[in-house]
């Protein structure tokens, strides 16, 4: 019960409003273009390990595991829903550079931050312990 708790508001809501906050202050603002894969891996990177010492510190059965352990690691892992109304940019073509360069910076944070949390979380649950 414990690992559910902790995992709805430690990753659900606390890690997901960082996230946010990270990815509206840092990412789809005037940071280099070049810094933000690096950032969005960092991040996925974090919320892996975040997951992978509370799953060994609890043990949860299975399904609490991949539910509340991974599926809401993969939920935090991916730092800007809402940010853009994907709604609005995605149903027409960006015809502003500008527009296009925020579509590839929000589409770059939640590919690249996810596809960070997904390796590092298999290494660690095949391979090994977190880093420190």
């Given at each position: 019960?414990?690992f ?7 990753f ?25 894969p ?18 060994d ?34 149903i ?5 550079p ?35």
């Amino acid at each position: 019960m414990l690992f559910v708790v902790i995992s709805l508001v430690g990753f659900v809501i606390v890690a997901r409003r960082l996230g946010w906050s990270l990815s509206k202050d840092l990412l789809a603002s005037a940071f280099p273009l070049i810094l933000v894969p690096i950032l969005s891996v960092i991040w996925g990177c974090l919320i892996t390990v975040a997951v992978r010492v509370l799953i060994d510190w609890q043990e949860p059965n299975a399904i609490i595991k991949w539910v509340f352990g991974f599926g809401a690691g993969a939920y935090a892992a991916i730092p800007n829903y809402g940010l853009l109304s994907t709604n609005l940019v995605r149903i027409t073509v960006p015809q502003n550079p500008h527009e296009r360069l925020l579509l590839l910076r929000d589409s770059m944070i939640e590919t690249v931050s996810f596809i960070g949390y997904g390796v590092v979380s298999i290494y660690l649950s095949y391979w090994g312990q977190p880093f420190f």
